[in-house]
């Protein structure tokens, strides 16, 4: 996207796109058009995690691999909708839905139902819902929006940046507060990726970094302790081993017991033994490779850069710059689920809370991330449509 803005004109990246290069498309030449082998990646992904699931609960269907498994059907119907959606509706929707999903973060911050030492969630009756993984999808939009119509000329302008710096910032702080680090980093770091993308220059993004190391010591007075704990614990795990250190020495000690092929289905004694914490969400890397030993975790990575190859490819085959930017910024943050996580439990981060792509257990996350996978589609089959940057609103 950055060399496409910087060979188009200013004239030419003002005008409106009339048309299509291709009629519109019809409902079976969208499903004609529509990436299956992606669709296909996903599914036999996804049913890692079922079969992770089922051995957490020692060989239940229930409370987990049941419900993640409706929940997968339900999410898959709702990407094939988003899929089967043209572009100009997600471009004419993206303020209202970044909009209606700020205002969730902010009724969570005036009554969210409280879990495990956080106010994240919603309670909706049927579902709880966490509006901060909605917003990792509802920013990526509204920031493909903002950038989609402007050129190289504004976005070299200081002040066009103050609009998307504030759209990052609010749903950041709202995060911040409930409080949940890890995915305010996500916030931060993946709508960093759009700004790269739109054609930000390097020396601002060295200008905020050296901005942020400056202000860190700030920063860490106003962290909980618990999370002064985590960072402590990360730098020296062996301080605490039965208190702060636990989680991530019991995760270790898994990992290395695994060996090349694990020790077979079901077989983990650190997991079923109950010694491995969260076994189901946040560590279930952790159990997989128990299980089935680094060929059974190089297998799972392996099928995640199957799709971060799939996403940015995508993106980047895409004609118009609204597509592009969205692309790779839902790509991006289905990296940064997959690198957080696993840097997590293998000890080299801070554990953080991130739950792993397609496989942990989870409602919202695994819905958020199949609306980011249908728009992805959508970028696919609409990938020679053309949208013009200024007043792409009135295309409509």
Not at 145 to 166: S, W
Not at 350 to 363: E, F, M, N
Request: hydrophobic residues 50%; charged residues 15%.
């Amino acid at each position: 996207p950055r060399a496409v803005m910087k060979r188009k004109g200013k004239g030419e990246t003002e005008m409106i796109g009339e048309s299509l290069n291709k009629p519109n498309l019809t409902v079976a030449q969208r499903l004609w058009r529509l990436h299956w082998l992606f669709v296909l990646v996903l599914i036999v992904t996804a049913s890692v995690g079922f079969a992770m699931l089922y051995s957490a609960a020692n060989g239940s269907f229930d409370p987990w691999a049941a419900r993640q498994m409706l929940r997968f059907g339900i999410g898959l119907g709702i990407m094939l909708i988003v899929a089967m959606t043209s572009l100009r509706v997600w471009l004419k929707y993206s303020y209202a839905f970044y909009a209606t999903t700020l205002l969730l973060l902010g009724a969570v911050e005036l009554g969210g139902t409280i879990g495990m030492g956080a106010q994240r969630w919603i309670d909706l009756g049927v579902i709880n819902l966490q509006p901060s993984e909605l917003m990792k999808v509802a920013l990526v939009l509204a920031l493909a929006r903002y950038f989609h119509g402007g050129n190289i000329e504004d976005i070299g302008r200081p002040t066009y940046l103050f609009v998307p710096l504030f759209l990052v910032a609010a749903p950041s702080a709202l995060v911040l507060r409930q409080p949940d680090l890890g995915t305010a980093l996500m916030l931060m770091i993946g709508s960093g990726m759009i700004f790269f993308a739109a054609g930000v220059r390097i020396w601002k993004f060295v200008v905020l970094l050296v901005m942020g190391l400056i202000a860190a010591p700030i920063g860490w007075q106003f962290l909980r302790d618990y999370q002064k704990q985590r960072v402590l614990t990360f730098l020296n795990p062996e301080s605490d081993p039965l208190g702060a250190g636990y989680h991530i020495i019991q995760s270790k000690i898994a990992l290395g017991s695994g060996g090349l092929f694990g020790k077979g289905f079901m077989q983990g004694s650190q997991s079923h033994l109950s010694f491995l914490p969260e076994k189901q969400t946040d560590f279930i890397f952790t159990m997989l490779a128990e299980e089935f030993g680094l060929i059974g975790g190089l297998g799972l990575l392996g099928l995640y850069v199957l799709i971060l190859v799939y996403g940015f490819t995508i993106s980047l085959n895409c004609r118009n710059h609204f597509g592009c930017l969205v692309g790779m910024g839902v790509t991006t943050t289905f990296f940064l689920y997959v690198f957080i996580n696993i840097a997590m439990v293998t000890g080299l981060i801070p554990v953080v809370g991130v739950p792993l792509p397609l496989i942990s257990y989870g409602g919202t996350a695994m819905m958020s991330l199949l609306l980011g996978f249908g728009l992805l589609l959508s970028i696919h089959i609409n990938r020679e449509e053309s949208i013009g940057r200024r007043g792409a609103a009135d295309d409509f």
